[in-house]
């Protein structure tokens, strides 16, 4: 039998997950109309942004999308997100932070094919997700408002900006910087210095 004689450790409660993780991942992503480049609807939770008059009125909230699913399982397959209403720029994190403790706790633990959000909006419903997120919230979200989305896919070349500046998307091959493209970024670097900047992104 084994006796503990001294020193203890401290049982660490992770201020979202609680005492736990989640049944799975959680993936979240904010899009600015016209463009989709994120693909919104195919994640966790979602953010649409209202602009209007150039300033942001807040986000249009989704939940519940997902593109996985599993060969020969019927029990798994893609689903587009849900919108379930509209929230203000200051809430737009608690609102985050409520679609994850509610996956923490309804979702599925019991397997893992079956454990993102997306089954759990599909298991419960949209409308009964909404009023789980309301609860925790301590305040409604508001009605969805009026979105387009026209186009989504990879910004390559130049294209203009909200705020009038132009900027040029280049393709960087599985991320890897060789030969004579690192020779031009180098003197495209040199030529921006003191105006400009190079910014690196997951697309």
Known sequence: EKTQIMGNIP??????????????KFKVAVA???SNDVDLFAHCAGFIAIIENGKLQGFNVTVGGGLGFTHNNQKTHPRLA????????SDAKYVCE????VARD??????????RIKYTVEDYGAQWYKEQVEDRLGFKLEPARPYKFEHRGDFH????????????????????????????LRKI???????GAIRMTCK
């Open 98 to 101: 409520c679609i994850l403790t």
């Open 157 to 184: 070349g130049w294209a203009k900006g909200s705020d009038g500046l132009w900027n040029c998307g280049l393709l960087v091959p599985i991320g890897r910087v060789k030969d004579s493209s690192r020779v031009c």
């Open 189 to 195: 670097a040199e030529e921006l210095r003191g105006e």
């Open 32 to 34: 600015i109309p016209p």
């Open 82 to 89: 849900d919108v379930i209403g509209f929230c203000r720029p």
């Open 11 to 24: 049982v660490e409660e992770e201020p979202l997950y609680g005492l736990t993780y989640l049944p799975r």
């Open 106 to 115: 309804f979702g599925d633990r019991t397997g893992r094919k079956h454990a």
